[in-house]
């Protein structure tokens, strides 16, 4: 009788170091993005170098005054010069020969929106870094106005749900899906309730940097601008994948699969309710939105290889 492969445990991806971030930082309370930034280099290593912009991680990653709140090696861009920054950065490594892993930290303003054309640009030339955004669905480090990446329907600081207007009228734009399309070496998605899947994903990005281009989008709610409570973030990030709205997949070489494939997919309405952001809906709206979620995973369910 063959013996099953034992499936490796989360602490089987993480690298025998410190945390690189001071105890208190100014993130604020319950905010994926600090729990990203910390788990990174928990399975990519210290040695990493992060390049970032402003943007939500700024504030810990510029530091403050003459002092940071962390130990990594930081190259700060503006939001149009991050992936050409990095590519910079990597190809000068490579040129004096030494092993460098150079990784983009970026919000979804600027991967999708302001830093758009560079991080094209970078996938088209399949550069040797790695892109990891975080999506929180808006720029909400200057004060929750709508991104390419805002859902329909969803309220903003610029798409706000009253009279006229009634949240933003047009569904997001996907950038895993176009950077897996642009030939990246590897692009996935990923999300704090799922870790093993996260440190996973990261530790393959490490491997398939040595090939080309790297793409990882993770989904990443903000306590703030999307109105939830402090202790409700990662309840938000499950409930997500278990309605489809955000599946988890890899594209390895242009061969999609899907990483968490859920059986009996909860209706959207689910997940919906646990955000005020989209508290104004109505009945045919989240319907609307159902039907929207139906067909964004109905795209990916149909790349995906049979194993």
Same mark, same amino acid.
């Given at each position: 009788m063959t013996k099953q492969k034992k499936k490796p445990k989360i602490y089987d991806y993480f690298k025998e170091t410190e945390d690189p971030y001071a105890g208190g930082v100014a993130w604020c309370p319950g905010?994926?993005?600090?729990? =990203?930034?910390?788990? %990174?280099?928990?399975? $990519?290593?210290?040695?990493?170098?992060?390049?970032?912009?402003?943007?939500?991680?700024? /504030?810990? $990653?510029?530091? +403050? !005054? $003459?002092?940071?709140?962390?130990?990594?090696? &930081?190259?700060?861009?503006?939001?149009?010069? %991050?992936?050409?920054?990095?590519?910079?950065?990597?190809? &000068?490594?490579?040129?004096?020969?030494?092993?460098?892993? %150079?990784?983009?930290?970026?919000?979804?303003?600027?991967?999708?929106?302001?830093?758009?054309?560079?991080?094209?640009?970078?996938?088209?030339? !399949?550069?040797?870094?790695? &892109?990891?955004?975080?999506?929180?669905?808006?720029?909400? !480090?200057?004060?929750? +106005?709508?991104?390419?990446?805002? /859902?329909?329907?969803?309220?903003?600081?610029?798409?706000?749900?009253?009279?006229?207007?009634?949240?933003?009228? =047009? /569904?997001?734009?996907?950038?895993?899906? $176009?950077?897996?399309? +642009?030939?990246?070496?590897?692009?996935?998605?990923?999300?704090?309730s799922h870790l093993d899947d996260f440190a996973r994903k990261l530790t393959k990005a490490r491997q398939k940097i040595k090939e080309g281009f790297v793409y990882i989008h993770v989904f990443s709610p903000c306590v703030m601008g999307w109105r939830i409570e402090a202790d409700m973030s990662i309840q938000v990030c499950r409930m997500a994948v278990r309605t489809n709205y955000f599946p988890l997949w890899e594209a390895e070489n242009g061969r999609f699969r899907l990483t968490h494939e859920v059986s009996s997919p909860k209706p959207v309405q689910e997940y919906l309710r646990l955000i005020r952001k989209f508290s104004h809906l109505k009945e045919t709206e989240i319907n609307e939105f159902q039907q929207m979620v139906d067909r964004k995973y109905a795209v990916i369910k149909r790349l995906c290889v049979t194993e």
């Open positions: 905010c994926t993005l600090e729990l =990203t930034a910390r788990f %990174v280099p928990k399975v $990519l290593g210290n040695d990493i170098i992060l390049v970032g912009c402003p943007c939500c991680a700024a /504030p810990v $990653l510029y530091g +403050q !005054n $003459l002092g940071t709140w962390h130990r990594l090696s &930081y190259f700060s861009s503006l939001m149009t010069g %991050v992936a050409s920054s990095a590519t910079g950065i990597s190809r &000068y490594y490579r040129k004096i020969g030494r092993d460098a892993t %150079v990784v983009c930290f970026t919000g979804d303003g600027c991967s999708a929106d302001v830093g758009f054309q560079p991080l094209s640009g970078a996938a088209e030339r !399949n550069e040797r870094i790695i &892109y990891i955004t975080y999506d929180n669905e808006g720029y909400m !480090n200057t004060g929750y +106005q709508r991104s390419s990446t805002t /859902p329909m329907g969803a309220s903003t600081s610029t798409t706000p749900a009253g009279t006229i207007s009634h949240g933003k009228p =047009t /569904p997001a734009k996907n950038v895993p899906l $176009l950077m897996a399309m +642009q030939g990246a070496a590897y692009a996935a998605t990923a999300t704090l």
